[in-house]
């Protein structure tokens, strides 16, 4: 009688600790996409265009914002196929012409007038969207290791302007839409079969008139995972109020069997 007391008292007890641990472990979540901003670059004095790079820049993303290619942005600023970027190094964009003198005055003259910048008045820009193996998950694309998908469907509408464009991905270079009107888009990314989004896969752009626009979705190759790696599912409070109640009941009987012992 106290040996099966005993064990069915261990059951209870392992069947309740089973269903409080799962009921209190947390759902994985996602990181939120986090998007870094362009700063504009301007000419300098001498009229060289450079820019410092940021946090989360890679080539593509300022050769494409600057409009010019990968390319030619590594011949500007001597880099190498094995070279990459870092964070605070100034990267020249081009030249956007000699730097004009300052008019020496003579005496009672007046300085000329400047002439008003005209504003850009509305118009067309491109977007480029590109889908990339993003091979170590970070969602950012490293465009000297990571390689190019083809098959990646691409849409994106302008509400204001009832426009909706289509296109798909090729795995060589950016896919880019153009003679866009200026506003805000909606630019979405479904990946090819067999990989999974490894960065959001919709974002809006606010596109000027004049402007290249640039979007970089990343995926990897999916993978069977196994049993104990799968994402662990969010478990209903009463689950844990159970494997409680198990605990309890294991006590009680243990409490009763310890005094049916005594009084024999």
Do not use: H
Request: proline share 11%.
């Amino acid at each position: 009688m106290r040996k099966r007391t005993l064990f069915w008292l261990s059951l209870l007890l392992a069947a309740g600790l089973a269903w409080a641990g799962v009921a209190a472990r947390p759902a994985a979540a996602r990181p939120p996409l986090l998007l870094t901003p362009f700063p504009t670059p301007t000419p300098g004095a001498d009229g060289v265009i450079r820019y410092k790079v940021q946090p989360g820049d890679t080539l593509w993303r300022v050769a494409a914002v600057a409009g010019i290619s990968v390319d030619e942005l590594r011949a500007l600023n001597n880099l190498q196929p094995d070279q990459f970027i870092r964070p605070g190094d100034i990267l020249v964009l081009g030249v956007a012409g000699p730097a004009q003198p300052t008019p020496t005055l003579q005496n009672g003259e007046t300085p000329p007038t400047p002439t008003p910048t005209p504003t850009p008045s509305p118009g067309a820009g491109t977007l480029c969207v590109l889908l990339y193996d993003d091979r170590n998950g970070n969602g950012l694309y490293d465009e000297d290791q990571e390689r190019l998908l083809a098959d990646g469907a691409v849409s994106l509408n302008n509400r204001t302007e009832r426009l909706s464009r289509t296109g798909e991905t090729n795995g060589k270079e950016a896919v880019c839409f153009e003679d866009l009107p200026q506003g805000d888009y909606l630019v979405t990314m479904g990946v090819p079969p067999g990989y999974n989004p490894t960065t959001a896969t919709t974002v809006r752009v606010a596109l000027q008139a004049g402007d290249t626009g640039y979007v970089s979705f990343g995926a990897q190759r999916a993978k069977p995972a196994a049993p104990e790696q799968q994402p662990p599912q969010k478990k209903s409070p009463l689950l844990g109020l159970l494997g409680l109640l198990l605990i309890a009941g294991a006590v009680a009987l243990w409490f009763f069997a310890a005094r049916q012992m005594r009084s024999r």
